[in-house]
């Protein structure tokens, strides 16, 4: 039996109140044809208890995820917690998290996730221009205010939030907008960036891309991460939280990022259906990786299904040799098997499409992180690292006011002062 386990639940499926233009869950209603989509007691009751009897840790969590969960309505949440507490263990401690795009949050859903001490992860993308590219209803309008309301509503109840910002090629060159807009304007402290990456069918294929046309490119991956990296690490270590820094700083510390797409193996977060379906992964709905129905088997039992194994250890195991080489392997490990479907230079499948984007990322910031880990090791606060930074910008910017401008930059790039930080 598995010892812990993670659980995204799906109480509505991937049904939805908006119509992002990026969204690929919405393609999974297909998979239950004529279905209302709405979790029923039993199931939610089935969950609630294997999920509480199987856990052996202290901390449990209960995640709710879409499609959109609040269109299930509060009394099913109500009810969640009711389930719950008839089926907890004496000293668990239960943690709830719900994934929403909040454009159906009110002052009551915000008192209820307060009451409970929820951590909300709302969906926005940036400042209204990119944001409002794709995030839209089902008549095509911007869902901005809506999101920007649901941000200052979760705030003024003080409900703990994750910003989710997708990155995509109309946000992708725009890093600076975009994180100083949550940071400065929405107030953001826990950041996550997720890349918007999707194969192209027959007919979507942009300039002879793999991914669509609304798919990060590498190039932009790269330069998305690493504008924002030398801002936060120059002035938010320690205030702003964003998930693929910290990640990437547990990579270099040797501990588990914590983050599925950078961790060796996949397996630990299933994903369940409103119908008691239980699959590998929210990524991965799809009739080949349906583990079974909880109503017929009992979840721990899925769990720990050889099937799960074999689809967790794959990520490791079908790695390219480009990628086994890789000097970044240790932090990338080929992230999303998801997003696995380019080629390496030397013709084998398998490799990331982001892989562009994920090398130069980790090889910006080694120099960086090599100093916050060995701040930590040695019990002092990683944020020190600011300090040492502006000081090392500022004598750097004193040798190029004092250098000739054809002579080789100071900063040891290579290049003349005039084409480098002498511009
Ligand atoms: S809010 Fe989420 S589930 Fe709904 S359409 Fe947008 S991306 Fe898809
Ligand atoms: S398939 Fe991707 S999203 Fe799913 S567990 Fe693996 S890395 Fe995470
Ligand atoms: S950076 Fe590229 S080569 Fe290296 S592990 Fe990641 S996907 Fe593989």
Request: proline share 5%; aromatic share 10%; glycine share 8%.
């Amino acid at each position: 039996m598995p010892h812990a386990f993670h659980v995204l639940v799906k109480p509505a499926g991937a049904v939805c109140n908006l119509a992002c233009r990026y969204c690929y869950f919405l393609s999974k209603a297909d998979l239950y044809p004529g279905s209302r989509f709405r979790m029923p007691d039993g199931v939610l009751e089935t969950y609630v208890r294997q999920l509480l009897e199987a856990q052996a840790g202290r901390e449990v969590f209960v995640a709710w995820q879409g499609g959109e969960p609040t269109l299930m309505g509060l009394s099913f949440f109500r009810r969640s917690i009711e389930l719950v507490e008839q089926h907890r263990k004496a000293g668990t401690d239960v943690r709830y998290t719900i994934q929403t795009n909040g454009v159906l949050l009110d002052d009551e859903w915000c008192e209820f996730f307060r009451e409970h001490r929820f951590l909300v992860g709302l969906s926005l993308d940036g400042p209204r221009a990119l944001h409002d590219v794709y995030r839209v209803d089902k008549h095509g309008r911007g869902t901005f205010d809506a999101v920007v309301h649901a941000a200052r509503l979760l705030q003024h109840h003080r409900v703990d939030v994750n910003i989710l910002a997708c990155v995509h090629a109309a946000s992708g060159d725009h890093p600076i907008d975009v994180y100083r807009f949550l940071r400065d304007e929405v107030g953001a402290r826990f950041i996550q960036f997720i890349p918007i990456v999707e194969r192209a069918a027959a007919g979507e294929a942009h300039n002879g891309e793999a991914a669509t046309a609304w798919s990060v490119r590498p190039a932009q991956w790269a330069g998305f991460l690493t504008a924002i990296f030398d801002e936060w690490v120059r002035r938010d270590v320690g205030v702003v939280f964003v998930q693929q820094f910290d990640a990437a700083l547990a990579s270099w510390t040797g501990v588990s990022p914590g983050v599925c797409v950078l961790m060796e193996t996949c397996g630990d977060a299933v994903a369940l259906e409103h119908n008691g379906d239980l699959y590998c992964c929210d990524h991965f709905v799809d009739r080949e990786y349906l583990l079974g129905n909880i109503l017929q088997t009992p979840m721990p039992q899925l769990v720990a299904s050889d099937r799960l194994r074999a689809f967790g250890d794959a990520k490791r195991d079908a790695l390219p040799q480009y990628c086994r080489q890789c000097r970044v392997r240790f932090a990338c490990r080929g992230e999303c098997p998801k997003n696995r479907f380019v080629k390496t230079p030397d013709g084998e499948p398998g490799l990331n499409y982001l892989c562009e984007g994920y090398k130069a990322f980790f090889a910006h910031v080694g120099r960086p992180m090599r100093m916050m880990a060995d701040l930590l090791r040695h019990d002092r606060a990683p944020a020190e690292i600011m300090w040492r930074l502006r000081r090392e910008d500022e004598e750097l910017r004193a040798a190029v006011r004092t250098a000739g401008r054809n002579q080789p930059c100071p900063c040891g790039s290579g290049r003349k002062v005039k084409q480098c930080h002498g511009r």
